[in-house]
């Protein structure tokens, strides 16, 4: 392990040419002649159109085109389609009414795009948009998720009879129902998980062009995969895919959302072909508040059963889950294949069974957000164990450690489709614990009550399968200046792929960091690949770079032995040079790529030095951890601070603890930020109320404790060749649970029973005011 290989805390490569401007992302990009588009979207959350009419529009100053359905319709444009449907209970399936690009019809949502136009400038063509005369004849709007399932509740979709899309079933319900019936504890809970708006700090946008000679579109924009936008791009248009060419620049944050297919997207591309100009969108934040799909937004009753000693006997949940107005790609996945997976947790539960209602609502569409239903499993079952631990008089440590699973268990099969292949859950808390200082927290909750604060202390253990998911492929070549490029599909959205690949070359070439080249994100070079998501892009692309590097290192080695006129036996190869044994005849990577373009080797030698490696998925990783929480709470504000905070992770191998803990860092952000501070809320009429960062609150730096973060590095993942197990989402799924538990640790002693996310100063201190009274 030399100082820049495996393991290493090594800075991130990629931050220089950032932080210092030099980033380009995709509104950086100005093309020759590129007009400007603007989404004209429907203020109001329910209505049909009985008029719409661009002729004013179509005539206004520097205006090249208005775009409505029925445009695209005569153009062969079709619907964004859901690409995850889940099967449903008692042989269902999903309900999947047609998205359209731009509404015929009628509009579900506040934002629904209704009609697109194209001008010279931005200023002209949202002053044309302005001049769209459009009647809305509006109609009754269902926007809570729980109220969607009411007997009169207005009709999102005809398709969707009660607003479900999806009623969903997994496990095993008499074994659950038995445990419940004959338990000596029953714990029972009722949690809201938040609605969300991802607000990436790079917003979505497009630049879209059309080569009429060559009938092919070029799709530049920031996303998380080209390949499956490539496939949706082509299909939508009617297209073959080889007449789509995608590129993807440097992204400034994706968290799932960027994955997707939006209408803009579709718009721009149609556009750019009927004017033969380019065409860029970019979006504004408070179009990102009424277009990104938004994430998380359930209502989730659940019951656990224990017997007298606290052991947990059974499960049941149940789950109503937002969809929003249209089925975004995963949406039915999220809560269902993804969320109702993980609801056994870390813990030993014979019996676990669940249901989930995936309803339309007149919203934003729903769809994955950092961790993707592993966060809203892991939220539900902590605050449910903190539970149990009120019903039986134990304490949140020793509940939890009665019944996790143990290693001698391992392989664990969840019997909900996950087989956990390695960890030590109760050592990892007892860990944390001990870092917390957990035996001197009651003389600090009253050294904090003799300064009339409320001190309590919470667990959020956690539990999420990764990283293991499709393939991926990776060339590596080696150029005569001895450095490497690289090429492969995963995406860097900012988490520092560059960084951690340039170590693993460094580990297996010799090569310099600083001279590893990355090339992501264009499909006419990059030939196949699964984008970033789901933690996958250190394991499925960190072994098939391992796997091209090492046929790197065997054809070097034989280029060496016939330079050198020696047996390949005889070569070694070490830090970037190949030499013989026991002699001083010796070639860096550089001199041999020359040797290898020079034309005087066999051909099987000879030509550029390039080799490509290939990894398909084995199985998924179980990452898993512990966040301890430590916070005060002023009764007569209720305004909460986090005075400690403790992390131990089991992430396997930690190819770099420096960036493994900025991915904690940033998730345990976006967690807090969940828990105490963002809501996404709409009105009766399905007005979006939270629809700036002016009444969406944000987290800042000053509300982030600091962090304490360990790795247990000694359990590796024993699925896959590299032993990772995924760290990307960890951070935002212990977050949540471990500051609510906390809350209602220093809470409940006044008498408050239940607690819903965000806990926002104005919340607490109702719910200590009513307590009291």
């Given amino acids: 392990m030399g100082q820049f290989g495996v393991g290493q805390p090594v800075r991130r490569l990629e931050d220089h040419r950032l932080l210092t401007g030099q980033g380009r992302y995709t509104d950086d990009i100005a093309l020759p002649g590129q007009a400007y588009g603007y989404v004209l979207r429907s203020p109001i959350a329910h209505a049909t159109i009985t008029r719409l009419d661009v002729a004013a529009a179509k005539a206004a100053p520097g205006v090249l085109g208005v775009y409505t359905a029925a445009d695209l319709k005569a153009g062969g444009v079709g619907t964004i389609k859901c690409i995850a449907p889940q099967k449903g209970k008692n042989g269902s399936g999903t309900v999947n009414p047609p998205w359209e690009v731009l509404a015929s019809d009628r509009v579900r949502h506040v934002g629904n795009p209704v009609a697109f136009v194209v001008a010279e400038t931005l200023a002209q063509a949202r002053d044309a948009a302005e001049l769209i005369e459009v009647d809305y004849d509006a109609l009754p709007a269902v926007v809570e998720t729980a109220a969607a399932v009411a007997p009169d509740a207005p009709l999102v979709h005809a398709e969707a009879p009660g607003n479900l899309a999806l009623h969903y079933a997994l496990g095993d319900e008499a074994g659950a129902e038995a445990a419940l019936g004959g338990a000596a504890k029953v714990a029972r809970i009722e949690v809201i998980n938040n609605r969300l708006v991802v607000n990436s700090m790079e917003p979505r946008g497009i630049i879209a062009e059309y080569d009429q000679a060559a009938g092919r579109f070029t799709m530049t924009s920031g996303n998380q995969g080209i390949f499956r936008l490539k496939g949706q791009v082509a299909a939508i248009l009617g297209v073959?895919?080889?007449?789509?060419?995608?590129?993807?620049?440097?992204?400034?944050?994706?968290?799932?959302?960027?994955?997707?297919?939006?209408?803009?997207?579709v718009c721009a591309l149609f556009a750019a072909r009927d004017t033969g100009r380019p065409v860029r969108w970019i979006s504004d934040r408070q179009e990102a508040f009424l277009s990104d799909t938004q994430g998380r937004d359930h209502v989730t009753t659940a019951s656990l059963a224990m017997d007298a000693e606290g052991r947990f006997l059974g499960l049941r949940v149940d789950v109503i889950a937002a969809m929003g107005a249209y089925l975004s790609n995963f949406a039915p996945y999220i809560p269902t294949g993804s969320m109702a997976a993980m609801f056994s947790g870390l813990y030993r539960i014979p019996a676990v069974y669940s249901e989930v209602r995936c309803v339309f609502t007149n919203t934003v569409p729903v769809d994955a957000y950092r961790g993707a239903g592993r966060p809203e499993a892991a939220y539900l079952v902590e605050r449910l164990v903190d539970e149990a631990a009120r019903v039986t008089g134990l304490s949140q440590l020793e509940i939890r450690q009665r019944n996790f699973v143990r290693p001698a268990d391992m392989p664990y099969d969840t019997r909900l489709g996950r087989i956990y292949d390695s960890g030590d859950f109760g050592r990892v808390l007892a860990e944390a614990?001990?870092?917390?200082?957990?035996?001197?927290?009651?003389?600090?909750?009253?050294?904090?009550?003799?300064?009339?604060?409320?001190?309590?202390?919470?667990?959020?253990?956690?539990?999420?399968?990764?990283?293991?998911?499709?393939?991926?492929?990776?060339?590596?070549?080696?150029?005569?200046?001895?450095?490497?490029?690289?090429?492969?599909?995963?995406?860097?959205?900012?988490?520092?792929?560059?960084?951690?690949?340039?170590?693993?070359?460094?580990?297996?070439?010799g090569v310099d960091v600083e001279k590893v080249r990355m090339i992501q994100g264009d499909s006419d070079i990059v030939m196949k690949g699964?984008?970033?998501?789901?933690?996958?892009?250190?394991?499925?692309?960190g072994v098939a770079i391992n796997r091209a590097s090492d046929r790197i290192v065997e054809r070097v080695k034989q280029i060496a032995a016939q330079l050198f006129e020696t047996a390949v036996a005889d070569v070694e190869f070490k830090e970037g040079v190949a030499s013989v044994v026991g002699t001083d005849r010796r070639m860096t990577l550089g001199q041999l790529a020359q040797a290898a373009k020079a034309g005087t080797l066999p051909p099987e030698l000879g030509g550029e030095l390039t080799e490509s490696g290939e990894y398909k998925a084995e199985a998924l990783t179980y990452p898993n951890g512990a966040h301890l929480c430590e916070l005060e709470v002023d009764p007569d504000t209720g305004s909460v601070a986090l005075t400690r905070y403790t992390v131990v992770d089991d992430f396997g191998t930690v190819m770099n603890p420096l960036m493994a803990a900025g991915q904690v860092f940033g998730g345990a952000a976006q967690g807090l930020g969940q828990a105490l501070l963002e809501q996404t809320l709409y009105n009766e009429d399905g007005q979006l109320v939270t629809g700036s960062f002016m009444d969406y609150c944000m987290p800042r730096a000053d509300d982030m404790p600091d962090i304490e973060v360990t790795f247990l590095q000694d359990m590796p993942c024993k699925t896959n060749p590299l032993g990772v197990k995924g760290s990307g989402e960890a951070g935002a799924i212990g977050a949540p649970p471990a500051i609510m538990n906390a809350l209602m640790d220093a809470l409940r002693p006044l008498g408050v029973a239940r607690l819903d996310m965000p806990a926002t100063p104005e919340k607490l201190w109702r719910a200590i005011r009513e307590a009291r009274a």
């Fill in 433 to 509: 614990a001990k870092r917390a200082d957990w035996p001197g927290v009651e003389a600090r909750r009253k050294a904090a009550a003799a300064r009339g604060r409320l001190l309590g202390i919470g667990v959020g253990c956690y539990i999420e399968a990764c990283s293991g998911i499709g393939e991926e492929t990776a060339v590596v070549r080696v150029d005569e200046d001895g450095g490497v490029t690289l090429i492969i599909g995963t995406q860097t959205n900012g988490q520092g792929h560059l960084t951690a690949y340039a170590q693993m070359l460094n580990e297996k070439l």
């Fill in 530 to 541: 699964g984008g970033t998501g789901g933690s996958r892009s250190l394991l499925m692309g």
């Fill in 240 to 265: 073959k895919e080889e007449q789509i060419h995608l590129v993807c620049p440097d992204v400034g944050g994706g968290f799932g959302m960027k994955i997707f297919l939006y209408p803009e997207y």
